[in-house]
């Protein structure tokens, strides 16, 4: 019964530290309190269309996650959120941390994507179980 009750209980702590992707459709636009840029709000000929978004579930349910575009910050995005950007042509790196944490610690994961006029991409704030912590991860979607 221990054995069962220590099973169960590990399971509990893995899965309940699970995030999952949202459909693009499905996400939610951030509210306009915690858009910290807009200068990439509007299309322009040059552009690419940006679609960043966090995971549903329950891990850091109630800690928003700011996400950047070349280290300049962009949202503060709350589970199931999503922010669509439009920069220019070129190299860009896309990052993500929790703005509150503990004396700045956490990882900033990173991604750089080098973006056409008219490209479309999707990436996906997520955060990877683990039994002591969790880290934060971006990464390209399709969903």
């Known amino acids: ?7 169960m ?4 702590a893995i899965t309940a530290c699970s995030t999952s992707p949202v459909p693009t459709s499905a996400a ?4 306009s309190d ?5 200068a990439y709000l509007q299309p322009r000929p040059d552009s ?5 978004k966090r995971d549903s579930g329950f891990a850091s349910v109630t800690a928003k996650i700011r996400v950047f575009m070349d280290g300049v910050p962009i949202a503060d995005l709350y589970t199931s959120e999503k922010v ?4 220019p042509a070129g190299y860009h ?3 993500a941390n929790y703005p509150q944490a ?4 956490g990882n900033i994961p990173e991604v750089a994507a080098e973006l056409r006029p008219g490209d479309r991409r999707a990436y996906r704030v997520g955060i990877l179980d683990g039994i002591l912590e969790n880290s934060l991860v971006i990464s390209p979607t399709a969903f």
């Open 1 to 7: 019964m221990r054995s069962l009750l220590a099973s």
């Open 9 to 12: 209980s590990l399971l509990f």
């Open 28 to 31: 939610q636009p951030v509210p």
């Open 34 to 38: 915690r858009l910290l840029n807009r």
């Open 48 to 52: 690419a269309e940006i679609v960043l």
């Open 84 to 87: 669509t950007i439009y920069p």
């Open 93 to 95: 790196v896309f990052s």
């Open 102 to 105: 503990l004396f700045g610690l």
